[in-house]
């Protein structure tokens, strides 16, 4: 049975750091991109950073870039995001998703961590 299940959401003043934790397991971890996103109330689901099958090549929602970093060990079946510099619009739940084929395909998914910048 996969889960998924993300940690180290709390509340953060602007300019604060968090890092996320997405721990997997049921699934042969280091075959399966793995995302970030995240939604605020009130707004969709957005893509925030995925990281490829080796930790290889990762990619960054405008939003984010420079400020927030993907890793993952797969020694560890766990993705992180380093989240720095934090603003109040990075107020959202945070979840992380796996992609099997690799094509933008997210079938599993955690249940989500909030994360909460305050200004």
């Known amino acids: 049975q996969v889960q998924l299940v993300e940690s180290g959401g709390r509340l953060v003043q602007a300019g604060g750091s968090l890092r996320l934790s997405c721990a997997a397991s049921?699934?042969?971890?280091?075959?399966?991109?793995m995302g970030w996103f995240r939604q605020a109330p009130g707004k969709k689901r957005e893509f925030v950073a995925k990281i490829s099958r080796d930790g290889s090549n990762t990619i960054y929602a405008d939003s984010v870039k420079g400020r927030f970093t993907i890793s993952r060990d797969n020694a560890k079946n766990t993705v992180y995001l380093q989240m720095n510099s934090l603003k109040p619009e990075d107020t959202a739940i945070y979840y992380c998703a796996a992609d099997r084929l690799g094509v933008f395909s997210y079938g599993y998914w955690g249940q989500g961590t909030q994360v909460t910048v305050s200004s």
């Open positions: 049921g699934l042969t971890f280091s075959s399966y991109v």
